[in-house]
């Protein structure tokens, strides 16, 4: 537990009160199975997977429910077994209360696997073949960004990963569901780091715990100590909001900053949230594809906090019920931390793949009416991502979007910090994501407004080109015409007579004969014969 | 079961403007109530008749603005601007002139500008230096520090001078006002007296303490102290304040080893007139100064310089009222060139061309 390493800091951050303590002292409880599953088809970052099943379908427990659709996609599976009962856009837990695609099981409480292929070597096997497990073990980033997790590890050849950073930090005050995790399944969790630390061939790990979690801290160190893991490192560090957040976590570590248009790849680093890692865990030593997770539920508006083992696809409700229910004040429920959680409207919502959380809240404080910005610089002494957010905000508020950007918005983390210590109580984080939205749409516009110019001028081109042709063409056979006339006029005067009836037989006649005439021409009358060619060619000069 | 909707973060946090203006006037307390001591109830006398005309005026701009009363009224912001300009006024000004300075302080200065935060010059200052353009004769009577041939006025006393401009009748003017010591030596030196002759005079010798003016010694050092307490509790920032003094003890030092006996020495500077006053409470007005750090700093130490060429070469005796308006000026350009370097940035990365269009246009 000596914690010799070196730690940097990064700049701002807030102390904030935990709240912890109360969701962490009863045991993690296992949820009952419920009667109902709603499972929505995307609960990860990039493309919708692609249903496998149908209505009246029945499934077991693990069965795939949606493919993966692209390379940035993840499958999702049946969290227990049952029938398919509903296919339909239902209520998913979002912001601004959005549907999306789910899929119903009506549960048959059996809650019977598929058949399991656990792998019991894994370092048999190459680390392609893992990653192809992890992908179609539907697993995500767990600390909530749900980003698929195959594709994370998946650094490329050019990528070296020195060092795999396994965040336990979880520094919003109230969740304890990483913390719960650790002590309950430190092993899992050590597993789940070589695994991640095999596929990714890293230096080594490093396990990122803020200090206010002494029995997680313990009960890791105790398995390293015990395994005798030499590359793996249980790192303790100050408890900061939001030293969680990826890249203040890696600046802690390792002091480098992930430069703003990169990846943490790009200076050699991995950050793997330990939910995933246990998740990594299961899929690969237990063929058990991600179906469940922990969830906190907290808050003085439940009555007794918990964290509590779930089936993706339970509903809220039931957890808040399981959990003793509702304060009679319960006025907010958050999905996610007091800090960068979203309220929910309602608690007919399934859990998913990125709630780490239920944060019921008493009577809605009357939020002060905001004050004008005072300048007085608290936000930027906290930003963790050392911007000057009353800037940000001035810029946003008058819609300057150039300006805005050039004090760097798109590297806002929205963490809150500002808006937590502002005097004048403006909800900046809501200006940001205002700004951020609108920058969107004009660069979607922008992108739209790009390929209409695009296919205008394309078209522009085709006109011009068709006209060209056609001019081109009726040039020549102006120039024909012109020539014919011209051989008739020849033949005239040969002849004294108008040719025959046939014109097209006339013509080539006229031509044989002007052949013949311009050879005897040569000879003779060098004049007469040589005008027709040159006034042709003259004529193409001047049109070229 | 259904529930409010609300955006992020959710903690409910207790900071607010008002409890900043309101330790910011707290902290004033101490140094005030030194100036009483020295220089007689007419510091008071002028902060409460500031503070109302400064109130009223408020009241009257937010209806005439149509903005609500309530929380603006008592954010403490008029109330501030009032006591520091009230604190830079002559002991015995006539009332209308601190009227005239205030009511111009808030109507002109703040609100015709935006009200609350949105003004580029900092009020209380726009308000003196109308004033001291406008009516330099009144400007002067300062009331000397309790000195053994003056006497200080009695409250009532005090009241008939500042309302009727009624002087009791065993005094006149010269009896109860005279030249502070930062105008007197700045008179002397033209009359091509040396420091040290100035300090030893017969007649003005009495109006130096052992390391600034005479009592501004002690108002200085409250000042120092009680702004000192607002900078480690963070509610004013400790960089304007440090660059202002540096500035001043760097500029003082080189002219007074260059020549000592023509320059004032560093301790009479920061400890005579209202530097204290000015770096701790005034300069760290954060609406009108610049916010970065480095910005900070250099706005504070641009204060620092132009107050000591003012009280130097300038004109007027103390420059402070001049030296934040001009840097009030420079305040957005100093934010714009000294952005920090953001998370995962490089330095000069900032793009400066939008400062280039806008002069194009």
């Given amino acids: ?544 | 079961m259904q529930f409010k909707t609300a955006s992020s973060p959710h903690i409910a946090q207790h900071n607010s403007v008002q409890s900043v203006m309101y330790k910011v006037l707290l902290a004033m307390i101490p140094g005030t109530i030194a100036m009483v001591m020295f220089f007689g109830w007419g510091v008071l006398v002028n902060i409460i008749l500031a503070s109302v005309v400064a109130l009223s005026c408020e009241a009257l701009m937010l209806l005439l603005r149509k903005r609500p009363l309530k929380p603006y009224l008592f954010d403490g912001s008029a109330l501030l601007t009032a006591a520091l300009l009230a604190l830079a006024l002559p002991q015995l000004a006539p009332w209308w002139l601190t009227l005239i300075g205030t009511a111009f302080a808030i109507i002109v200065a703040k609100h015709l500008y935006g009200g609350l935060g949105f003004n580029p010059f900092n009020p209380a200052m726009v308000g003196y230096v109308v004033v001291i353009i406008s009516f330099p004769r009144e400007m002067t009577q300062w009331v000397p520090p309790l000195l053994e041939d003056y006497t200080l006025l009695t409250f009532s006393e005090t009241l008939r001078v500042i309302f009727l401009g009624e002087l009791p009748l065993t005094y006149g003017w010269d009896a109860i006002t005279m030249a502070t010591p930062l105008d007197t030596v700045k008179t002397q030196l033209g009359l091509e007296l040396s420091i040290s002759e100035i300090e030893n005079h017969k007649e003005y010798g009495s109006m130096f303490g052992s390391i600034g003016g005479f009592g501004w010694e002690w108002v200085n050092g409250l000042f120092l102290a009680s702004g000192l307490y607002l900078c480690i509790k963070g509610i004013i920032d400790w960089r304007i304040p440090a660059g202002l003094i540096a500035a001043l003890l760097v500029l003082s030092n080189l002219f007074a080893l260059y020549d000592y006996a023509s320059f004032t020495p560093p301790t009479f500077h920061l400890f005579s007139g209202g530097i204290m006053l000015a770096a701790f409470f005034i300069a760290t007005d954060p609406v009108t100064a610049a916010t970065t750090t480095k910005g900070r700093w250099l706005y504070g130490a641009g204060i620092g310089v132009f107050i000591y060429i003012i009280r130097t070469w300038g004109s007027y005796p103390d420059g402070i009222a001049f030296a934040v308006i001009l840097m009030n000026m420079a305040a957005p350009l100093l934010d714009y060139y000294t952005m920090p370097r953001a998370f995962g940035h490089r330095w000069n990365e900032f793009p400066h061309h939008h400062m280039g269009d806008k002069d194009e246009e």
């Fill in chain 1, 1 to 544: 537990m000596s914690n010799s390493r070196h730690l940097w800091h990064f700049h701002g951050g807030l102390k904030l009160p935990s709240n912890k303590a109360i969701s962490t002292a009863s045991p993690v409880a296992k949820a009952l199975l419920p009667k109902r599953l709603i499972v929505p088809v995307q609960q990860h970052i990039g493309e919708a997977g692609q249903l496998q099943v149908k209505v009246g379908d029945s499934v077991l427990k693990g069965q795939v429910l949606a493919q993966a659709s692209s390379y940035v996609s993840a499958p999702v599976h049946a969290p227990s077994s049952g029938k398919i009962v509903e296919i339909d856009e239902l209520p998913v837990p979002h912001p601004s209360g959005l549907k999306a695609l789910s899929v119903v099981i009506e549960t048959d409480g059996e809650d019977k696997w598929i058949e399991l292929t656990p792998i019991l070597h894994p370092n048999t096997k190459s680390p392609a073949e893992l990653r192809q497990i992890i992908r179609q073990a539907g697993i995500v980033g767990l600390g909530g960004a749900t980003f698929p997790t195959a594709v994370k590890v998946n650094t490329g050849p050019h990528a070296e990963i020195d060092t795999l950073i396994i965040n336990g930090a979880e520094c919003e005050p109230s969740i304890s569901c990483d913390d719960m995790l650790m002590r309950n399944y430190a092993r899992d969790v050590i597993s789940g780091c070589e695994l991640i630390q095999y596929i990714v061939s890293a230096r080594h790990c490093l396990i990122a715990i803020e200090d206010n979690k002494p029995e997680a801290i313990a009960a890791l160190q105790e398995i390293i100590n015990e395994k005798a893991l030499h590359t793996i490192e249980v790192i303790t560090i100050p408890t900061v909001y939001p030293t969680g957040g990826e890249k203040q976590l890696i600046k802690v570590l390792t002091q480098k900053e992930v430069p703003s248009d990169g990846f943490p790849s790009d200076i050699g680093v991995l950050v793997q949230n330990v939910g995933t890692a246990v998740a990594v865990h299961k899929a690969i030593c237990l063929g058990e594809p991600l179906i469940s997770r922990l969830v906190t539920v907290t808050g003085e508006g439940v009555l007794q906090p918990q964290n509590m083992d779930v089936l993706i696809g339970t509903s809220m409700s039931e957890l808040i019920e399981q959990s003793g229910g509702y304060h009679k004040d319960a006025a907010k429920l958050i999905m996610g931390g007091p800090m960068m959680g979203f309220t929910l409207q309602t608690d007919h919502l399934p859990v998913t793949k990125a709630c780490n959380c239920l944060l019921v809240e008493n009577t809605a404080e009357k939020t002060p009416e905001a004050m004008p910005c005072i300048r007085c610089g608290a936000c930027a002494t906290v930003c963790p991502a050392q911007l000057l957010p009353q800037q940000l905000y001035w810029h946003a508020s008058s819609k300057n979007f150039d300006l805005v950007q050039d004090y760097h918005l798109f590297d806002c983390i929205e963490c809150g910090c500002c808006n937590h210590v502002c005097p004048s109580q403006i909800p900046l984080v809501q200006y940001y994501r205002f700004a951020k939205t609108e920058i969107w749409n004009m660069e979607r516009d922008r992108i739209k407004s790009d390929h209409a110019r695009i296919r205008h001028d394309f078209r522009q081109e085709r006109l011009d080109r068709e006209k060209k042709e056609r001019d081109e063409k009726l040039r020549k056979k102006k120039e024909l015409l012109a020539k014919k006339k011209q051989a008739e006029a020849a033949a005239k005067e040969k002849d004294g007579a108008p040719a025959e009836v046939d014109p097209k037989k006339a013509a080539i006649e006229a031509a044989m004969k002007r052949v013949k005439d311009k050879k005897a021409a040569l000879k003779t009358e060098k004049d007469d014969a040589a005008s027709p060619t040159k006034k042709s060619s003259d004529e193409k000069n001047t049109q070229e």
